[in-house]
């Protein structure tokens, strides 16, 4: 066998409390899409943090093409011929689509080149731009257009991608993986960091598994079942939700036509969105990260108000009702981002139950907070629903996301809501909590509640909800029952159909 | 009242004269801005400037010595700033309002023994035939150098904040430090130079008050200006050529309303000694509710490079 | 190499230890300052916070003082803390304190000579107004058009300034105090005067109204729901939202109480202490009192500690003046420094300091 493009030996990496990598060795071929596969906390990406210079290893050895490899921060990474696509925190929204490329490389060309070379390379691997764009005002496909092209331009040896499909619709994922395979061809090896099974089943040549930081396995994924794969990165199988009889009740939330501008300057405004939700029924709203979801979620929880007659609740309009209102009524929310938003990091568990819970649960009398009873309630959430936490008084920064994720949706559920609305509720959670998150969903809507679940998982969507629509630029489409739906249909409702065209030009 | 009083001509000559202190710590301020941190410590800064270019310019009898000490001196006090916002985290808003409590602590106890002395002031340039036009020889080329220095300044920046990889590289850190970070860039050091230099303005900027606009050191001379400068960058959208604009149209009331206490205007003598502060409150309400445009996404926002 | 690591949650030890190493750490350097000065160092810190109370000689006339300077100080950094808690940066409680003196004493001037036992009470709820109804115009400001409530409020004192000078030698000017500005005395006005309540200890209506302050904050943010949402808004403005919580009332509610209490430590500055309207009758308590806050933790007991330690070196700043020639401005440079050392060591309450190996 060639020697190696890259070979990681012994990687070690402890942070105070966790060892995030432990003794990692594995090999990366020229011409090979290799996937690094791993739950959350895995030491996923702490492994390409240490490929990309972003952190130093404790112990441990790289080489690159035969050579010693210490990069010491990104540019000497970038030097050696090793790029990266970030998931999140890349790019810069007020800057045009150049500068975050030059931003991006060790020597730029001036403005004009650099604008020339953008066009030609984007076009020529199927992923057109326009260098002037303000980066702000493009879809998350095309952000992350900019920072593949910005990769590509310095003609990588070793390209690292992390959860780039997480931001896709199915054909853009396709007209990725085309352009992935290109490169290999070309002679770029990928790294290709994900959770998603089938995707690296399709793309990937070799797969190296990580569990708690340490090196499971490194197989041929085209010649392991999704189950063995799952099985390795998880450790042990877990449950699937139970299947369930769904009985319908009344209409419990109904949004007409509702239409709202963009909250900031690269918000997305809410345009003409209208759905209804059965008491006993899931709704599953799919679509690509920045598509309207928080804007969708912000209206529904009473956090932006809506024009009169817009929101119905049970039968009453609360458009112009604030989040206190409406909790009230029966409508509870829980936003994506847990910690500033679900929950205020630095304050206790039992302050941030009584951030949403104050008035549904009797805590306060004639305006003064009863602690006693709060830390009762809290205590009930985070019995549970498992939170681990060592107590009721820890901040809840001190938790990991998963655990928190657990309290904040225990937190409305326990309140006993007549109509849940969740952004992204297992985002970043392990395998384990999101099971039991999504059960405890399910069991909520099979005691009558309705729930609306937004998320780009749409494995989860599947899953979980009766029903399916898609946000697209703020747009709703119907919703259709989930029975029968296929992929492309799927891909098709989330609005990929006029990017296609262009992405095909 | 006698309006013919108030010479058109030196009106202009003494307007770029008034706006050129706030303009200097304007421009600083915004490029500090630009990188993300939001230094509240203008008017401490200032102060500090102005006193210590007052004192070298005193025992040296040379008023150039004297700019440069006060950049310096300003710009040392600005790095602590920059240590307790950079390094230790602290918050930007308490820590600018303590920069500028012991700048003002500062100031007065270095100047007391310098109360009521006369420095040298700056030499106006001779700009040749330029300086001896009509009219607009008066009024714009027959001013000391800072006047121009500080307008060189703001196509300086300017230039290097549209055209250069370091201009790039400091507005990507205001935009975004964390991206800014995972590219590789020293989030840190970039703000702590960019502190740096506005401190240096900041310092300049009080200079040109005690040394050449008043010439004296009092205590408490600055009376708002960094704080002015403050609201300037705001009222110019993080715009280099609009700092100009706005530290002039400053300027202008600022003339004005003296022109006109000397005037013996019908206007009770407090609603114009007021009238700056009060412009500036009136130009913060219209550019807000205009909803203000342009400020860096990260200002402000502490950044700690977690693993 | 030593870098800073993020603790899971603030540590309560931290949190009281700061502002006593804060402390230490000014002595120390102010020390240095003295000595370069060429003062003797232990001598000015043990004149600055030893002497006002237990010299032999002094303490008898400066330890009442210790009340009547942390008074107002307390009174307004109670009312700082309430928006500093949510975010919101009154930094003009100077200008507050003025136009509470103003309405206040104004209002009793337009009665005077009434000796009816209700002109007192009328004048307290003037300075309040008075000192509310300013602080009134950065937070209409900031609620209606978003605009920045630190560079407004900071203006306003300069505009309070300008008034000051033009009612202490116009409007309010004492009709018999023969051409010289500054208005009649309330001390030789019986009706009208602040007056010490307990003989020799300082104690006057300004001292208990700062302590009623301190109280009532202390529930407030122990044990209200306003309370809560004012952290909450502090803390982590999205959630505040979510969770229902009316930014624009915390903005209404945070700057009125700030420059009610502003206003109200105004009117009993100039009807005591002060004694009159003059052009600088308001020594720069509105921020000093910027300082108690923070040093307080802003929280109202601290805030009680902090208002008489720095009460404390205003009169030992002072008394190191008289006794040892120290400049006065020193004292301000100290107190600055004071902040500077709080937050610098602030950073111990929310990381460990780590030495070895980090993140690059």
Known sequence: MADPLLRLTGLTKAYPGVIANDDVNFDIG???????????????????????????????????????????????????????????????????????????????????????????????????????????????GERQRVEII??????????????????????????????????????????????????????????????????????????????????????????????????????????????????????????DVSLSVQRGEVLGIGGVAGNGQDELLAALSGERLSPAGSIELLGTDVSRQGPMARRDAGLLSGPEERLGHAAAPNMSLTENGVLTAARREGLLKNGFIDWAAAKDFTEKVISTFDVRTPSANTAARALSGGNLQKYVIGREIMQRPEVLVVNQPTWGVDAAAAAAIRQAI???????????????????????SDRFAALNEGRLTDAVPVAGLTIDTIGLMMGGAQDMEVAHA | MDLSSINPVLLVASIMVSATPILLAAIGEMVVERAGVLNLGVEGMMITGAVVGFAVAINTGNPALGFAAAALASAVLSLSFGVLTQLLLSNQVATGLGLTLVGLGLSSLIGKPYEGMKSPTLPKLDMGFLSDLPVVGRMLFSHDLMVYLSLALVIVVWAVLKYTRIGLILRAVGENHDAAHALGYKVVRIRMMAIFFGGACAGLGGAYLSLVRVPQWTEGMTAGAGWIALAIVVFASWRAGRVAIGAYLFGGVTVLQLNLQAAGAAVPVALLSASPYLMTILVLVFISARGAHGAPASLGRPFHASA | MIHLEKRPQPSQVWTVITPVLAVILTMIVGGMMFAALGKPPLEAIRTIFWDPLFHPQFAGYSRPQLLVKAGPLILIAIGLSVGFRAGIWNIGAEGQYIMGAICGAGASLALYPSDSILLFPMMVIAGALGGWAWSMIPAILKTKFGTNEILVSLMLVYVAESILASVSSGLLRNPDGMGFPGSRNFQQWDAAANKELIANTGMHWGVVFALIAVIAAYVLFARHIRGFQIRLSGEAPRAARFAGVNPNRIVIFCLGTAGALAGLAGLFEVTGPAGQISIDFNSGYGFTAIIVAFLGRLHPVGILLAGLLMALTYIGGELAQLMLGVPGASIQLFQGMLLFFLLATDVFTNYRIRFGQGAA
């Open chain 1, 30 to 140: 020229e011409n090979e899409i290799h996937a690094l596969l791993g739950e959350n906390g895995a030491g996923k990406s702490t492994l390409v943090k240490m490929i990309y210079g972003l952190v130093k290893p404790d112990r441990g050895s790289m080489v690159l093409q035969g050579q010693d490899y210490t990069p010491s921060e990104p540019s000497e990474a970038r030097q050696r011929g090793v790029g990266m696509v970030f998931q999140h925190f890349s790019l810069f929204d007020a800057l045009n689509v150049a500068e975050n490329v030059a931003l991006g490389m060790e020597n730029p060309p001036k403005t004009r080149e650099l604008a020339e070379r953008i066009r030609t390379v984007s076009e020529e691997y199927g992923l057109p731009l326009d260098p002037s764009r303000i980066v702000g005002t493009l879809s998350a």
């Open chain 1, 150 to 271: 910005r990769c590509l331009l310095q003609d990588p040896k070793l390209l690292i991608m992390d959860e780039p499909t997480s931001v896709l619709t199915p054909q853009e994922v396709d007209i990725l993986f085309q352009t992935l395979n290109k490169l290999r061809a070309e002679g770029t090896s990928i790294l290709y960091i994900s959770h998603k099974l089938e995707e690296i089943r399709t793309l990937c040549d070799t797969a190296t598994i990580l569990r708690l930081g340490k090196k499971v396995a490194t197989c041929t994924p085209k010649d392991t079942s999704a189950r063995e794969l799952a099985e390795m990165m998880v450790g042990a199988s877990f449950a699937t939700p139970e299947a369930r009889q769904t009985t319908l009740g009344e209409v419990a939330l109904k949004v007409a036509n509702l239409s709202l501008p963009a909250p900031g300057a690269f918000g997305t405004p809410l345009r």
């Open chain 1, 442 to 464: 399910l069991d909520l809507a099979a005691n009558g509640a309705a729930i609306v679940v937004i998320s780009q998982d749409l494995d989860e969507l599947m899953e979980i």
